[in-house]
């Protein structure tokens, strides 16, 4: 006889039972963790842990498992829990809960326990059917188990008149053994309340991050440069001992005033030590940088005028962030321009003075308009086209292209020698010859060649980015060219051939 | 670098009497950044020279195109305080969007980013957001004489090399509610100071109908009446 099988609570998140939510039951997880700390994620969505200690800590196991609910309900998911003798009783008691069962239910809380002991009676109600869910083949943990799994076995006890796991378990194992074989006899055990295997628990995630105080804080910002370099070496140390590397790594510094400064920096395992530190000057930098209406062009000293950082820095902490398996870096072999250190160095330097956004590199893609092929990417991030670029567009205007693209459009007023504006009908028709274009406030300009209207009407499935407009090239009398379209009955100036 | 020796103006076997430049000696050609072939009649050097400022009235195509070259040849570029620079027209131009960098706003710290900006990238094209003071441009002069870099300004910039300019320019193609715009003739004019005091004049296809920049002989010059006269009485 096995020794009784140990108190197991399961938590089940319906809403995360995919692979595509990884993340965020993750986080499901690190909230678990936060009640008790070793946890074994079961498969997505579903993790268990040993109930005995935290339910005496919290004041039992209904208490518990409240709480636990309660604090994945704050991260907006939705969760069950069953708490049962075993890891396979647990489960369908985890499951069992959404089922409106009266004789189970407690209160509102989502939980079902199954008291001491009477798992087996518990189990004795369940259809065989439950056999052929997913995961109870790894829940047994015996190597014949995968025989379960198949939708076969339960159909077959149902067809031999065994509707319950209590019919299963009335039977002698031996018999069941001889008929079923290895399959059946797994069956057999965990229809009795038996032989679940013991939980695999996960370690603690290990905090990797690394930091230093300073006592008294530190006003000057290159001692807190020269300490990052060391920092960024214990940092590397520990990513390394354990072949791991990071995509990013979060700089946060803490001001005596209780102002915290953090910033992420693209990482990928490629900077050293040396480079981090300069990351971390570059911030300081950055985040000291005053107002004046024009400033120096020495930046290089990290400090203000009066060499103060508002207090000075008590803690400097770098959080690697998206931790990974080292597994190399391979350098573009072609088609992908490598960007040397040198220019990677000064937009990182205009990255930390303007911020992540500032410094951009323009990637051309697909689309119909000259503003929708030019997607600007933030230095560090990947460079993808928005639209595909291979793809034919039918509808772009061919020929010479703007060299003036307005981010925004200018609006513009087109008259004819009337002086009545110009309209375009739905039907792409022009009201007259457009003679005069003014855009703000500037003097109007005589118009001395214009074509279109062209029409454009795309994307009219998705309502957000669904447009209807006509086109024209316009030339005024001073010799330049304008893109313009008519949208929403408004002319608008796009860009200009100069 | 023998590539580049290979591509600037007078190492090609067309002869240098062509070019309208003088025979440049191979040790100057070191320091300067080829321009597009179209181009470099305009500056004294046949190209970009390092450290130097070059000036061009407005933001436009004239730029952009001064600029392609280097960038084709390899140089990173940045475009500072820009935000509609066309890069799509700059890409058809030659100018590389792989080894380009835009700040397009670079605010009130805009002489720090362009100085950090010539740490990188070789070329910076910079309209300012505000009037230098004389003692920020020296010393930016003084770190793009450092990093032998050049700066494009947009507008003016005292104390610039060369300072070029579009006179008048003509679009051909559109006529009244139809055609489209295919190729653009501009007078471009270059002066500045010490060797680039004369002033040259050319006509350009700025751009041409494949897109690239060309010389424009006189007779196909599309401009109307009133120009052709002025270019005549100049």
């Not at chain 1, 009795?192 to 105080?213: I, K, T």
């Not at chain 1, 020495?298 to 103060?308: A, C, I, K, R």
Request: proline letters at 8%; one cysteine or more; hydrophobic letters at 45%.
């Amino acid at each position: 006889m096995s020794a009784p099988e140990p108190r197991v609570m399961v938590l089940y998140c319906p809403g995360l039972a995919g692979p595509r939510t990884a993340r965020a039951f993750d986080q499901v997880l690190t909230a678990v963790t936060a009640f008790c700390p070793a946890v074994e994620a079961v498969e997505p969505g579903v993790c268990a842990f040993g109930a005995r200690g935290p339910a005496r800590y919290f004041g039992g196991e209904t208490a518990l498992a409240a709480r636990i609910t309660a604090a994945i309900a704050d991260l907006g998911v939705e969760s069950q829990a069953g708490v049962a003798d075993g890891l396979f009783a647990a489960y369908l008691a985890a499951r069992a809960v959404g089922a409106p069962r009266a004789d189970t239910a407690s209160g509102i809380c989502p939980v079902l326990v199954i008291p001491p002991g009477r798992t087996p009676e518990f189990l004795a109600r369940q259809p065989v059917s439950v056999l052929a869910r997913q995961p109870v083949s790894a829940l047994a943990g015996q190597d014949a188990a995968g025989d379960l799994a198949g939708q076969d076995f339960a159909a077959l006890l149902s067809r031999l008149g065994l509707h319950t796991l209590g019919d299963l378990a009335a039977l002698s194992p031996d018999d069941v053994a001889s008929r079923f074989g290895a399959a059946g006899e797994t069956a057999h055990r965990l229809a009795r309340g038996l032989g679940s295997r013991p939980l695999a628990v996960r370690p603690p995630a290990e905090d990797l991050s690394v930091a230093q105080e300073f006592d008294p804080p530190e006003p000057l910002s290159e001692p807190v440069v020269f300490a990052a370099k060391a920092l960024a070496e214990r940092m590397h140390e520990g990513l390394a001992a354990r072949g791991l590397t990071c995509v990013r790594v979060q700089v946060r510094a803490v001001c005596a005033d209780g102002r915290e400064n953090r910033r992420l920096w693209r990482h990928d395992g490629l900077l050293s030590a040396a480079a981090l530190a300069d990351r971390v000057r570059w911030q300081l930098d950055g985040w000291q940088v005053p107002a004046p209406p024009v400033g120096t062009i020495d930046g290089t000293t990290g400090s203000t005028p009066d060499g103060t950082t508002d207090g000075g820095i008590v803690v400097l902490r770098l959080v690697p962030d998206q931790v990974v398996h080292a597994t190399g870096h391979q350098l573009a072999l072609w088609g992908e321009t490598v960007v040397s250190d040198r220019v990677a160095r000064a937009a990182m330097r205009v990255q930390a003075m303007l911020g992540h956004e500032a410094v951009l590199r323009p990637v051309l893609g697909g689309g119909r308009d000259v503003a929708e092929q030019v997607n600007d990417v933030p230095f560090g991030e990947k460079r993808q086209p928005r639209l595909a670029v291979g793809a034919p567009w039918p509808g772009r205007i061919m020929g010479a292209v703007p060299g003036v693209v307005y981010p925004f459009a200018r609006e513009a007023d087109v008259t004819d020698d009337a002086g009545d504006a110009v309209t375009v009908t739905g039907r792409c028709v022009i009201s007259a010859a457009p003679a005069w274009l003014a855009a703000d406030g500037v003097p109007p300009l005589r118009i001395t060649g214009w074509a279109g209207p062209w029409p454009l009407s795309e994307r009219w499935w998705d309502p957000a980015a669904a447009r209807r407009r006509a086109r024209f090239q316009l030339l005024t009398d001073d010799g330049r060219a304008w893109l313009a379209a008519v949208q929403d009955g408004r002319w608008l100036i796009e860009g200009g051939y100069c | 670098m023998a590539a580049e020796v290979s591509r600037s103006p007078v190492s090609q076997a067309a002869d240098p009497l062509r070019d309208g430049t003088l025979p440049v000696l191979p040790a100057l050609r070191d320091g300067t950044l080829p321009v597009l072939p179209a181009l470099r009649e305009l500056l004294p050097r046949g190209g970009l020279a390092r450290g130097s400022v070059v000036t061009v009235a407005e933001f436009g195509l004239l730029i952009l195109a001064l600029a392609a070259g280097a960038s084709a040849d390899g140089a990173w570029c940045g475009i500072a305080g820009v935000p509609e620079a066309g890069m799509l027209a700059a890409a058809g131009l030659g100018l590389d969007a792989e080894r380009t960098l835009l700040v397009p706003d670079p605010g009130h710290a805009w002489p720090q980013v362009v100085a950090s900006l010539l740490d990188g990238c070789e070329l910076v094209l910079l309209r300012p957001p505000a009037q230098a003071p004389a003692q920020v441009r020296q010393r930016l002069e003084a770190t793009l004489r450092r990093g032998r870099g050049v700066l494009l300004v947009v507008g003016d910039w005292p104390g610039a090399q060369v300072r070029l300019r579009i006179l008048t320019q003509g679009w051909t193609g559109l006529g009244d509610g139809h055609g489209r715009l295919r190729a653009c003739c501009a007078q471009v004019t270059a002066d500045g100071r010490g060797e680039a005091a004369v002033t040259r004049t050319r006509w350009l296809w700025l751009p041409a109908e494949d897109g690239n920049v060309s010389a424009a002989e006189p007779p196909d010059i599309p401009v109307p009446e009133r120009h052709l006269q002025v270019v005549r009485a100049g």
